[in-house]
C-alpha cells in the first residue's frame, strides 16, 4: 500500500503476541530500504509469564537500533525492559487504561525506566483532554524525549478512524511543540486510495507557519476500510 508513495518513516506492528515471534523472524526477508526510519510496536496485553520472551526477541529488533513503542500497562519487570535503554518508547494511553494517561501518570514510568523515549498518541491525549491542556503538558515535560508521534481520531469506543476537521485544529494548537523532524505514524484506517488523503490532513493538522514538509507515514499491518463521510 506504501510502494506507489513516498513514505519514509513505517512503524512494523506485533500486538498480539503471538506475532511478534512471526515478525522477528521475517525481519531480514522484508523490503524496507525505502524507510529512513523503522519501528517495532511490541505486544499489548503481555502475560507475565511470556515477558522475558518477548523482551529477548525485542532485543534482536533493539539490534538494528529500531525504536520500540510499547504499552506500559504491558510492562509487569520494569527491570526486563531496562536493557533496551533509550530504543524503549512509552506510549501514552487512550481513556480505557488506568495508566499513563496524563502526564503525571507518564512521570511514573519515565522513573522505571529512566533511560526510555516517548511514543506520543495525539489521538489518545485528545480523548483524555480535549482542551488539550494535558497534550501541552506532557510535550513541555517530556518533549525531549519525543521519538515518534502517532496520529489519527479515536471515536467514542477507542478505534482510530480518520482525522477530522475538529481532530485538525485541536492538533495545530500544539504542533509548534513537535519537531518537524519527528517522524509521524498515522493510525488512520483508510483503504488504499484515501492514503493520500489522510497524509494531506495529517500534514494541515501539523501545520505551524508555512508549509511542512509532507509527511508520509502509516502504520503497517492495519486491515483497511473505506473512510465513511
Known sequence: MLAGTSAKAVELSALRSAELDPLVDSLDGLNLGHFSYISVHAPA???PSDERHVVER???VAARGWPIVVHPDSIHEPSLWKGLGKLVCIENMDRRKPIARTCDELRIWFDRLPDARLCFDLAHARQIDPTMTETYLILREFGDRLTEVHLSEVNSASKHEPISHAAMLAYRQIASLIPTSVPVILES????EF???EIDAAQESLAVDGPRPRIRTR????T????HA
Open 224 to 227: 483497511p476500510k473505506p473512510i
Open 45 to 47: 496485553g503481555i502475560d
Open 58 to 60: 525485542l532485543q534482536e
Open 219 to 222: 502504520r503497517s499491518g492495519a
Open 195 to 197: 492514503i493520500d488523503d
Open 189 to 192: 484506517i483508510v483503504t488504499a
